[in-house]
């Protein structure tokens, strides 16, 4: 059974910088993919970036409104998910999601091919 917790939200000043982590357990990593997704309330969730194994190295995909700032990467068992956020803004204020499912050739960019969620850990950006 594939179980995902998110750590590292917090509160943190506009222009500051934050790392979230999703440990993983119960999947093979190098079969799937994960991906961090954030969601206000009355808002659809939506795609951070996500990241898939690749036959030589793993490929990502980044939501135009964060690229440049967010990076997404992986421990090398892949199990483990890391969302670097930088220069971050009062609108980034969000809950934030890992989400894993099996990799089918893919990357994905909606949250709705992902059906293993965590339980979200808040990030509050203040002005």
């Known amino acids: 059974r594939i179980q995902l917790a998110e750590s590292g939200g917090g509160s943190v000043q506009a222009g500051g910088s934050l790392r979230l982590t999703c440990a993983g357990t119960?999947?093979?990593?190098?079969?799937?993919?994960m991906g961090w997704f954030r969601q206000t309330p009355g808002k659809e969730r939506e795609v951070m970036g996500t990241?898939?194994?690749?036959?030589?190295?793993?490929?990502?995909y980044y939501a135009d409104s964060v690229k440049g700032r967010f990076t997404v990467s992986q421990d090398d068992a892949k199990s483990t998910l890391y969302l670097q956020m930088n220069n971050l803004k009062p609108e980034d204020t969000a809950m934030y999601y890992c989400?894993?499912?099996?990799?089918?050739?893919?990357?994905?960019?909606?949250?709705?091919?992902?059906?293993?969620w965590g339980q979200g850990t808040q990030v509050t950006v203040s002005s």
């Open positions: 990241i898939c194994p690749g036959a030589q190295t793993t490929t990502t």
């Open positions: 989400a894993a499912d099996e990799y089918l050739g893919w990357v994905p960019s909606s949250p709705s091919f992902f059906t293993h």
């Open positions: 119960g999947f093979y990593g190098s079969r799937h993919c």
